[in-house]
């Protein structure tokens, strides 16, 4: 266990809808589904659509699996990536966010609900799977962090969330990032957080619901940057991500 010589935050930022643009991920993505597989395609996009009205998890990777096999989802995801190499995927303020926290003296990783294929399949289109991650399949995220609260009141966050420890270490405060009201059950003294409502998405059914007063209502993620005042805090240069 690795104590921290200086105070750090220690920032979870979520995937989905948060850091992610999902709407114009899938929109790319089922389009090469539909011309790579006219009939599944189709089939796909409502079936995802219904999961998500309804504020459910859908597994893409699960669906096509079933229809296809691995080995041809394993193809098409591959074809995708290389498809969208030049583009960018994420959310207006997701880099600038993921910069400022880069060269700040805080840490930063994302925590990501959903099936382990899947989410990994988008970590690697979005080029955030050098970003330090864990997968969960845990909704209320605020329960998670609360199981990493020692006796003292600090933080031990894990290892695979931690860029250059590689094991578990301790933070006094931890900061939640996150689309959904639900993330923030169960958030435990010492741990804060920011309720993203992205203005260019439709309000979900999952989206819906109130936060306590730990958590601040956001429509930008630079609006982190500002509020945190990460820009006022800059530890030596370092490389930030590209």
Same mark, same amino acid.
């Given at each position: 266990?690795?104590?921290?010589?200086?105070?750090?935050?220690?920032?979870?930022?979520?995937?989905?809808?948060?850091?992610?643009?999902?709407?114009?991920?899938?929109?790319?993505?089922?389009?090469?589904?539909?011309?790579?597989?006219?009939?599944?395609?189709?089939?796909?996009?409502?079936?995802?659509?219904?999961?998500?009205?309804?504020?459910?998890?859908?597994?893409?990777?699960?669906?096509?699996?079933?229809?296809?096999?691995?080995?041809?989802?394993?193809?098409?995801?591959?074809?995708?990536?290389?498809?969208?190499?030049?583009?960018?995927?994420?959310?207006?303020?997701?880099?600038?966010?993921?910069?400022?926290?880069?060269?700040?003296?805080?840490?930063?990783?994302?925590?990501?609900?959903?099936?382990?294929?899947?989410?990994?399949?988008?970590?690697?289109?979005?080029?955030?799977?050098?970003?330090?991650?864990?997968?969960?399949?845990?909704?209320?995220?605020?329960?998670?962090?609360?199981?990493?609260?020692?006796?003292?009141?600090?933080?031990?966050?894990?290892?695979?969330?931690?860029?250059?420890?590689?094991?578990?270490?301790?933070?006094?405060?931890?900061?939640?990032?996150?689309?959904?009201?639900?993330?923030?059950?169960?958030?435990?003294?010492?741990?804060?957080?920011? =309720?993203? @409502?992205?203005?260019?998405? *439709?309000? /979900? !059914?999952?989206? +819906?619901?109130?936060?306590?007063?730990?958590?601040?209502?956001?429509?930008? =993620?630079? @609006?982190?940057?500002?509020? *945190?005042? /990460? !820009?006022?805090? +800059?530890?030596?240069?370092?490389?930030?991500?590209?």
């Amino acid at each position: 266990m690795q104590e921290n010589a200086n105070p750090k935050k220690f920032f979870l930022l979520d995937l989905d809808r948060c850091l992610l643009d999902l709407n114009e991920t899938m929109r790319r993505y089922n389009e090469l589904v539909t011309q790579q597989y006219f009939s599944i395609g189709p089939r796909l996009d409502r079936a995802s659509r219904t999961a998500v009205v309804n504020g459910d998890s859908f597994d893409t990777y699960k669906y096509l699996a079933v229809e296809l096999g691995d080995r041809a989802v394993e193809e098409l995801n591959a074809r995708f990536v290389k498809s969208v190499k030049s583009s960018s995927l994420l959310n207006p303020g997701a880099k600038e966010l993921m910069e400022h926290l880069a060269l700040s003296e805080h840490e930063y990783g994302i925590l990501t609900y959903g099936s382990l294929r899947w989410q990994e399949f988008k970590l690697r289109a979005s080029r955030l799977d050098r970003v330090p991650h864990l997968v969960t399949s845990q909704k209320e995220k605020g329960n998670l962090i609360a199981s990493w609260q020692r006796p003292s009141g600090e933080f031990s966050i894990p290892g695979q969330l931690l860029a250059y420890i590689g094991q578990p270490a301790l933070f006094p405060s931890v900061i939640l990032v996150d689309d959904k009201p639900d993330s923030f059950t169960g958030l435990p003294l010492g741990a804060r957080g920011y =309720l993203y @409502q992205n203005p260019r998405y *439709e309000i /979900l !059914s999952s989206q +819906q619901g109130e936060v306590s007063s730990r958590v601040t209502i956001i429509n930008d =993620l630079r @609006q982190v940057v500002d509020i *945190e005042q /990460l !820009s006022d805090n +800059q530890a030596l240069p370092m490389a930030a991500m590209s």
